[in-house]
């Protein structure tokens, strides 16, 4: 090729990456515009209602048997699946095959991260990043899942912070959310199970 067509051709296409770059720039901030508010109905207050007594009995059922029994049934990203399960038991984060699965398979990843690589910034991060990533490859997305992998890694767990406190706390929960939540007329819970 001629030196003055191989320094257009590099010329053209560092001016198409440029325009690659700001397009996409351009486009990303056009993302972030919206032009709607929130389009969720707010709820009757018979929802609020059962979401406040399922919350209650639940994390109420676990932090009892953690502070007065002793038994650590208690991990912090519980607080978050409760707002699921008893919030918005329809959804599919909030299912008892996305609650249990998802807080499982991320406190192995956690733990098997800090026992392998310690507890530093880079493998909190990556137990996170892990944790999603199985969530999502196995359709087992709970939210509050990644902070457990999360809380696996930063309080140095050993293998049996699976069992208890993940294990026996999230099916605390979900075994509650079946008591609560098809209680109220309009709720059922489980949508499916697996």
Same mark, same amino acid.
């Given at each position: ?68 029994? /002793? ?38 990843? /956690? ?34 899942? /990644? ?48």
């Amino acid at each position: 090729m001629p030196e003055n067509v191989s320094g257009k051709t590099a010329k053209t296409e560092w001016t198409v990456h440029n325009e690659l770059i700001v397009l996409s720039c351009q486009e990303y901030l056009q993302k972030l515009k919206t032009i709607r508010r929130c389009d969720v109905a707010r709820p009757p207050i018979s929802e609020c209602f059962w979401a406040l007594v399922g919350s209650f009995v639940g994390i109420g059922v676990v932090t009892y048997l953690s502070f007065i029994q /002793g038994i650590p049934v208690v991990v912090a990203s519980l607080g978050a699946s409760a707002c699921l399960i008893y919030g918005v038991p329809a959804a599919p984060f909030a299912q008892p095959r996305n609650a249990i699965a998802g807080h499982l398979l991320s406190a192995v990843v /956690g733990v098997c991260v800090y026992q392998l690589a310690g507890a530093y910034w880079y493998t909190a991060a990556f137990s996170v990043g892990l944790a999603v990533a199985i969530m999502v490859g196995t359709r087992t997305v709970h939210p509050p899942a /990644g902070a457990t992998a999360l809380i696996a890694v930063l309080t140095q767990q050993n293998w049996l912070f699976v069992l208890l406190p993940v294990g026996v706390g999230i099916g605390i929960l979900v075994c509650i959310g079946l008591i609560v939540n098809n209680l109220a007329v309009k709720r059922k819970y489980p949508t499916y199970w697996w």
